[in-house]
């Protein structure tokens, strides 16, 4: 097994998670949220999305959120960004990072946008070009690549489509989610394999979802190819498009708390990741699906022996 | 990665499972699931302990399950037997598989019986002796060589120890068992890789909890260094012994799923696994933690696609 010296977190919580809410966090709490994440020691992190406030009206503070933080001199923030217009509103609030996304289900894309998953991505293109003619950095994000609903198994060759159109419209970090948590051990180590060795340029992040119990599994077995990029939701927040209820993202806090009992560094403090994840989980006001947040940190196990018997 | 052809999955609920629930079943209800799972393809089974039914009151019908169940042809049933008077008991009912135990941590076990791990298990070579002369093969398991809630790491060096002390009485089955949950994917692929590597003629188990969310990639981890039997407990029961409330025994068919989508042999009916976890959920009439009762197995999500838009 391979194991690198460090790994990158991007906390995805406050997309990802809190976009799977029925209560609306206040501005302010995502703000406070998003202080405690960054110190944590966590240098890469999603604030929200660039999306229509009517369509997701969660998301509709994230600019106010970007002009509050500022720049955060070696901390990524980035935002979802579907469109041009996504990345107009980056433009004028200084988020320096955009994330776009395409469904790897070529009949979903197709029957929902009447395009392949490789169009979707070449009308990205104008969006892309005014990103990066402002200084903004593009990363792409490809929705299940490991199965989706509709036709289960992905073909390879359809996700090497998209990358390759990722590609050609200047886009060379790209995320593999795994939205409809259908993805295994074995595959992901064999995709994240592949993908790393046909495009040794691209920086890869993996986006795992634990629907089915195997988003940390897919992490090692991602990690065991060679990824060394995670997105991960504090507390665990987030759902699965497809099964109502379902457990969300993979929490942040079983993540850092797993690389740093394995002693990858991950410039995190574990404490104040917890902290945060029940932070989190106090705005929300429900339990989420986090094993330290139940159980605990191993490093925090500090039981009395028995008294010693005589013989 | 090295993933195998096919593995072995030991079914622990009607043991660990239940033996962490205030809810007692009836000895008929144990049958039945016992019935279940053998119906499921499973072929080995822990179907409860040999102990004192004042100590553990849940446990006093493991000898009548026994009788009332026979021998299965292919099929291994096991008890936790932890003493002499357990092997003689389960001659008595027809048992053909004992399994004993001993801890890892050498504090807890001198101040708790006032002898190191090891003379623990040369205490054991009377109760081997009178098995195997009565047709029972025995396995050994050692708790917590990942790591124990008293001296947190566990030398290597004393995990060699316990098997030198296995092999010295006779036992060559072995299991690792993550009872306390430590357990982290780097350090269970070192461990399971090292013990093949120095111990080829044992057959080696890994028992897995979820108390911290990392079972499925310790799985994994194990797997990739050669591992092939695995315990799982249906429907996720089970628990931690120093975390009240934690997650138990990763579940059955989290595992089986996991496999079965990845393409290995386990011989097991996946769908007859969710309906035996669904029958012990029912029977101890509580929520669990499995993610494919939450979820579904991956093969039945359909969903139809949206009416395709013209352009």
């Known amino acids: 097994m391979n194991i690198p010296k460090s790994i990158t977190i991007c906390e995805v919580g406050l997309r990802d998670g809190l976009q799977n809410e029925k209560t609306m966090l206040q501005t302010a709490d995502k703000i406070e949220l998003a202080k405690m994440i960054i110190d944590s020691g966590i240098k890469v992190i999603e604030l929200g999305s660039f999306v229509s406030p009517k369509a997701v009206p969660v998301m509709a503070d994230t600019a106010e959120i970007f002009r509050t933080l500022g720049e955060i001199p070696g901390v990524e923030l980035r935002a979802f960004t579907p469109n041009k217009r996504g990345v107009e509103t980056a433009i004028s609030c200084g988020c320096k990072k955009a994330k776009l996304n395409v469904s790897a289900s070529r009949a979903h894309n197709i029957a929902n946008l009447n395009k392949t998953p490789e169009e979707s991505v070449a009308g990205f293109k104008e969006a ?29 060759d359809d996700v090497r489509r998209i990358i390759d159109a990722y590609l050609a419209v200047g886009v060379d970090e790209i995320s593999l989610s795994d939205a409809s948590g259908m993805a295994v051990p074995g595959q992901v180590n064999m995709i994240a394999a592949t993908v790393q060795k046909e495009y040794p340029n691209v920086s890869w992040w993996l986006h795992a979802h634990n629907t089915r119990g195997t988003a940390i599994a897919n992490i090692i077995a991602a990690m065991d190819a060679g990824f060394t990029h995670f997105d991960a939701s504090f507390a665990g927040l987030g759902g699965c498009p497809f099964v109502p209820n379902a457990a969300g993202n993979v929490a942040t806090e079983d993540v850092v708390h797993m690389f740093t009992e394995m002693g990858v560094d991950t410039g995190i403090d574990l404490d104040k990741v917890i902290a945060t994840a029940k932070r989190a989980r106090e705005l929300v006001g429900h339990d989420s699906d986090s094993y330290i947040l139940r159980a605990g940190a191993s490093k925090d196990l500090n039981l009395p022996l028995p008294e010693k018997k005589v013989k």
């Open 128 to 156: 892309v070009d005014l990103a990066l003619e402002n200084g903004i950095t593009v990363s792409g994000s490809i929705s299940m690549p490991f199965g989706s609903p509709w036709e289960h198994a992905i073909p390879l």
